[in-house]
T-cell receptor
Framework: GESVGLHLPTLSVQEGDNSIINCAYS??????FIWYKQESGKGPQFIID?????DKRQGQRVTVLLNKTVKHLSLQIAATQPGDSAVYFC???????????FGTGTKLQVIP | EAGVTQSPTHLIKTRGQQVTLRCSPI?????VYWYQQALGLGLQFLLW???????NRGNFPPRFSGRQFPNYSSELNVNALELEDSALYLC??????????????FGPGTRLTVL
């Protein structure tokens, strides 16, 4: 498998503040993007997705923004709560039987 | 509705042994994906099965193999285990390609330790 760094970037946020987690993707042919949340010892949990024909999508307390020009994806979490503490992964897929490629992840720490 | 289930939860093996991991997808899902997640690392794509056929394979040696059964459940087999195979093995499932949504939903994983 591909090698990735051992040290995840960490974002520390005060409880109640908004969090913004960023992700850069490399494949300009990617047309589907997903954000997952992974708590310690558990499998990734789907948060929200967006297709390339959109630039913004909102869920409950979460918003995903897609900027295809600079190949950038972000996840915004409103009013961050202690339960939001986890590792967040972005993922991209180029369509057809192309595999989903996951980013290296960002650890979100919520300070009570 | 039950989510993706995996068995066993934990497994300890020794170098050179063989292991079989099992996955049952969400009802109605026909695609199954396998990923390896070594401690502290991201998800590395292993295999993708859809309608019983292998659709895509990651950069892993041939001793990693699998199959999908007619009921869409899947097995991942790893032969000649090596220490670096120690990891969390995650299975995900999705609706068929071309469905209204093919988002992958993950199981809890199988923690494999190779001694």
């Amino acid at each position: 498998g591909e090698s990735v760094g051992l040290h995840l970037p960490t974002l520390s946020v005060q409880e109640g503040d908004n969090s913004i987690i960023n992700c850069a993707y490399s494949n300009s042919a990617s047309d589907y993007f997903i954000w997952y949340k992974q708590e310690s010892g558990k499998g990734p949990q789907f948060i929200i997705d967006i297709r390339s024909n959109m630039d913004k999508r909102q869920g409950q307390r979460v918003t995903v923004l897609l900027n295809k020009t600079v190949k950038h994806l972000s996840l915004q979490i409103a009013a961050t709560q202690p339960g939001d503490s986890a590792v967040y992964f972005c993922a991209e897929r180029a369509g057809g039987y192309q595999k989903v490629t996951f980013g290296t992840g960002t650890k979100l720490q919520v300070i009570p | 509705e039950a989510g993706v289930t995996q068995s066993p939860t934990h497994l300890i093996k020794t170098r050179g042994q063989q292991v079989t991991l099992r996955c049952s997808p969400i009802s109605g899902h026909t695609s199954v994906y396998w990923y390896q997640q070594a401690l502290g690392l991201g998800l590395q794509f292993l295999l993708w099965y859809d309608e019983g056929e292998e659709r895509n394979r990651g950069n892993f040696p041939p001793r990693f193999s699998g199959r999908q059964f007619p009921n869409y459940s899947s097995e991942l087999n790893v032969n000649a285990l090596e220490l670096e195979d120690s990891a969390l093995y995650l299975c995900a499932s999705s609706l068929a390609l071309g469905a209204s949504t093919d988002t992958q939903y993950f199981g809890p994983g199988t923690r494999l330790t190779v001694l």
